[in-house]
């Protein structure tokens, strides 16, 4: 978490690129703040969580959120954002 603290530089803009809840799939779920597919706004790191990772400030229409890390992308790839993101979801899944 420090090493992100460090290398990110917020606020920034993410995709929701995974969402291990089922409920996507429910009718109107998909519309829901925060859900798959979605951008929003990275805040800041919050806290770091045993079962989701690093866990993350979102703003998404003016609302605020949490949103693990390991669920976003930063596009484009030019962004300064992208690798340092890219890198934690990469370990994240391998850990």
């Given at each position: 978490?420090?090493?992100?603290?460090?290398?990110l530089?917020?606020p920034?803009?993410a995709?929701?690129?995974?969402?291990?809840?089922?409920?996507?799939?429910?009718?109107?779920?998909?519309?829901?703040?925060?859900?798959?597919?979605?951008?929003?706004?990275?805040?800041?790191?919050?806290?770091?969580?045993?079962?989701?990772?690093?866990?993350?400030?979102?703003?998404?229409?003016?609302?605020?959120?949490?949103?693990?890390?390991?669920?976003?992308?930063?596009k484009?790839?030019?962004?300064?954002?992208?690798?340092?993101?890219?890198?934690?979801?990469?370990?994240?899944?391998?850990?």
């Amino acid at each position: 978490m420090t090493w992100l603290a460090e290398n990110l530089v917020f606020p920034f803009k993410a995709i929701r690129e995974e969402d291990e809840d089922d409920a996507y799939f429910q009718e109107g779920v998909a519309r829901a703040l925060f859900r798959l597919g979605h951008t929003m706004e990275i805040m800041g790191l919050e806290e770091e969580e045993e079962l989701r990772g690093i866990i993350v400030n979102a703003r998404e229409k003016g609302q605020v959120g949490e949103v693990p890390l390991c669920d976003l992308e930063v596009k484009p790839r030019t962004d300064r954002n992208y690798w340092p993101v890219r890198e934690y979801v990469v370990w994240f899944a391998n850990r």
